[in-house]
Structure formats: C-alpha cells, structure tokens
C-alpha cells in the first residue's frame, strides 16, 4: 500500500526505527514486563496494552503500565495497605528488575519482519549510508542488531539515551543527520508510527511508515507519510524510480 504524495529519488542516506519496524519485539516486551510485574508483586497487564504502549522508550512504557496498574487497584492488596502508592515509589525497582530481565531475553522472542533484509542488503550494495534510530536504550538496540545480524548494515546506531531527547522530538533525527553528513531534506526517516513521522516533519525529513508495527493502537495510514509500505522489500524501488 504506496501514495505517491513526495519525491523519494534524490534520497542520499536512510534513517530505520528498529521495534515494530525492522524487528517485531513485542514478545520481548511482553516476557520482560510480565517478569518485571510479578517481580513487584503486581498482576500481568495485558499484551494489547503493552503493544499500544510501545514507541516512546522504556522509561515512559514502565511508567505508563505502573501507572495503569495502581489507577485501576490491581496491586494484590496493597493498593488498600498502601494508599500513597505512587510510579515514583515503585520506578526504581521497576526499572531494575526490567532491565534485568530484558537483557537476559533481548531478541530470543523477537523475529526480523520480512522484507526488511531484502530492503537493507539492496541499500548496503547500492552504497547508501544508514543508520538506526529507536527510543529504545541504546545497550538493549545494538544487543538486538547483533542478535539478527544486522548491525553491520549500519553505520550509526542512537537509542533513546543517546540524546537529551527522544522522539517525536525532532533532536535525535538532526543529530542523526549530522553523523551521516547528509541534508535533512535528502535524508528519508522509515519508521512505524506518528512518533517516527512527528519527528521526521519537526527536523524536515521525508518518511515512510510501515503499516504492521506498532501505531499506540492507531491506523498509521492516518499519519501524513511519503508512502505506507506493507513490508520493506518495496521500499528500494520508491527510492529509485525515475
């Protein structure tokens, strides 16, 4: 599914987000945070909540579902023992025991999606700079590119802890560019939801959005895009037609 709404020929360098558009990572996410809430205690949270919840780094996904979980008192009788239980009080832990749990599965329940081999290794041939820019830390990104071999596909790899901020700030995609040596306006950001495509209009990217990734819940085609692609093996061609 393509709209021909902007010129992609004269692309000189690719920027990919990496959860929910190269690799499909939800049953990381999914093992690493039931671990982490029965760590603390706390009941599971629904897999539907954690896909809608993906996109916007680790630290607002932990504080997001911890906040779900005592708005709704399923914290196993200490929400009544307890009435000042905040985030803030059970972050810390939180966040230790995710971390802990995520590096020990990074990948193991993660698949590269298809097309997105096909896609990098045309680029790769082609000579075309690339890099990698998720909201994801950077330790658990360049573990994950390393795990399904496709690190040596990029030149630069930032996470959300790269810099001061991350998407839908536009921040990371400037400086991005900056590594790459390359105009924002010919440097095409290829991302899976309205944080990728917010942050590519803010820095003065094009982007294209992948239709299967992980949107907050939302239809991504109703985000302004370049293109939608249903799987990336389409993209070279948008990027070479004349």
């Known amino acids: 599914m393509v709209s021909p709404l902007q010129d992609l020929t004269q692309i000189e360098a690719v920027i990919f987000d990496l959860d929910g558009t190269m690799v499909h990572t939800l049953g990381d ?7 982490t809430m029965a760590d603390l205690d706390l009941p599971p949270v629904s897999n539907a909540l954690i896909e809608q919840t993906i996109g916007k780094g680790s ?6 579902l911890l906040a779900y979980q005592i708005t709704r008192s399923e914290v196993k ?18 966040w230790q025991r995710y971390q802990h ?8 329940f993660a698949d590269v999606y298809p097309g997105v081999l096909e896609a990098l290794q045309v680029f790769a041939e082609q000579g075309l ?7 994801k830390p950077l330790s658990f990104a360049l573990a994950l590119l390393k795990e ?6 990029f030149g630069h790899v930032f996470g959300g802890d790269s810099f001061e901020r991350k998407k839908p700030d536009p921040l990371p995609i400037l400086k991005t560019c900056e590594a790459l040596g390359t105009p924002m306006a010919r440097t095409l950001m290829v991302g899976d939801s309205s944080n990728d495509a917010q942050a590519a209009h803010a820095a003065g990217c094009p982007v294209v959005l992948v239709t299967y990734g992980y949107n907050h819940g939302q239809r991504v ?22």
Not at 59 to 64: K, M
Not at 129 to 135: D, E, G, I, Q, V
Not at 222 to 231: C, F, G, I, Q
């Open 129 to 135: 700079p690339m890099a990698c820019l998720t909201n």
């Open 101 to 108: 749990h995520y590096l020990q599965i990074n990948g193991q």
């Open 59 to 64: 630290e607002h996904l932990i504080r997001t």
């Open 77 to 94: 009788g200490v929400g009544q023992a307890c009435p000042a239980l905040s985030v803030d009080a059970l972050f810390d832990r939180a």
């Open 29 to 35: 996410f999914q093992v690493a945070l039931h671990r």
């Open 148 to 153: 399904k071999s496709l690190d040596h596909f």
């Open 221 to 242: 085609q109703d985000t302004p895009a370049a293109a939608w692609l249903d799987s990336l093996a389409a993209l070279p061609a948008h990027l070479s037609a004349v």
